[in-house]
C-alpha cells in the first residue's frame, strides 16, 4: 500500500461541463479514440496508442493505483456526450513536502473550449481544499504555449526554464515549471 492516505478515494468531482471521475474497464474505446492521435501524445510522456488493449492496459495501470492509493488520474468525462475525454491527475506526491504535481491530456477534438481549465481548477480546489496539499505542481515542454495559458488560467505562476529536462520522443527538451501555493489559493 501507499503510505500516504491521500489517494484513497479520488472521489467524484463535478464542474459546470464535466465530470472527474474513476476510469473503468469500459472507457477504453473513448480513451483509444483521443489517445491514437499523435498529435494528442506529442507533448506527455507517453506515445500515441496503437490498439484498444493498449488503453485498456492504461486503464489496469490505473484501477491498480486506486486500489493501492498511490497518486492516480481521473477521467475526464463530458456531461454532454457522457464520453471520456481525456484525464488529469497526480504524477507524484512529496510527503515531506507535501507537494505534488498535476498531468492532464486532452482529446483534440474539445481543445480550445475551456475544458481543460475547468478541470485544472477543480483539481486545484480539491488539492488545497480536501488533501490540504501545500503546493501544487505542473510543468509543460517549451513549446506547448496552450499548456502553460491553461497553467496561467488557473492562477499558476510561472518560476522558470528547466532546461533539458524530459528526454521526450526521441529528443532532451526544456520545460517551464508553474506552482500555486495554498496560501495564495486561499486569497
Ligand atoms: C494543452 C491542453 C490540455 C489544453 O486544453 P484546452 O481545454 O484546449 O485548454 P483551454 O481551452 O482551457 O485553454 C487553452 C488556452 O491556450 C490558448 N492556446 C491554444 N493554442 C495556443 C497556442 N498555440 N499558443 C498560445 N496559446 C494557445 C487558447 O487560446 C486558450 O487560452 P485563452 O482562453 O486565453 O484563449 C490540450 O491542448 C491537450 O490536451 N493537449 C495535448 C496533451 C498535452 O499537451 N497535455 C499537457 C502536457 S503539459
Redesign the pocket.
Given at each position: 500500500m501507499f503510505e500516504d492516505s491521500l489517494f484513497d478515494q479520488m472521489p467524484r468531482i463535478e464542474t459546470d461541463r464535466l465530470v472527474l471521475r474513476k476510469l473503468e474497464m469500459r472507457d477504453a474505446p473513448d480513451m483509444f479514440e483521443y489517445s491514437r492521435d499523435p498529435l494528442?501524445a506529442k507533448?506527455?510522456l507517453w506515445d500515441a496508442q496503437t490498439s484498444v488493449s493498449e488503453s485498456r492496459g492504461y486503464i489496469r495501470y490505473m484501477l491498480r493505483k486506486y486500489r493501492s492509493g498511490e497518486p492516480s488520474s481521473w477521467g475526464i468525462e463530458e456531461k454532454a456526450s457522457g464520453k471520456i475525454i481525456?484525464t488529469i491527475g497526480y504524477m507524484w506526491y512529496q510527503r515531506e513536502n507535501n507537494s505534488c504535481e498535476v498531468?492532464?491530456?486532452?482529446a483534440r477534438a474539445?481543445?480550445?473550449?475551456?475544458?481543460?481549465?475547468e478541470a485544472l481548477k477543480a483539481v486545484i480546489a480539491y488539492s488545497f481544499k480536501t488533501l490540504r496539499i501545500h503546493r501544487v505542481e505542473a510543468?509543460?515542454?517549451t513549446d506547448?504555449?496552450?499548456?502553460g495559458?491553461?497553467m496561467e488560467?488557473c492562477g499558476m505562476t510561472k518560476e522558470g526554464t528547466l532546461r533539458g529536462r524530459l528526454y521526450n520522443k526521441g529528443k532532451y527538451v526544456d520545460v517551464h515549471v508553474y506552482s500555486i501555493l495554498r496560501e495564495e489559493y486561499k486569497k
Open positions: 494528442v507533448h506527455v481525456g498531468g492532464y491530456s486532452l474539445h481543445w480550445g473550449r475551456g475544458y481543460m481549465t510543468q509543460h515542454e506547448n504555449l496552450a499548456s495559458r491553461v488560467k
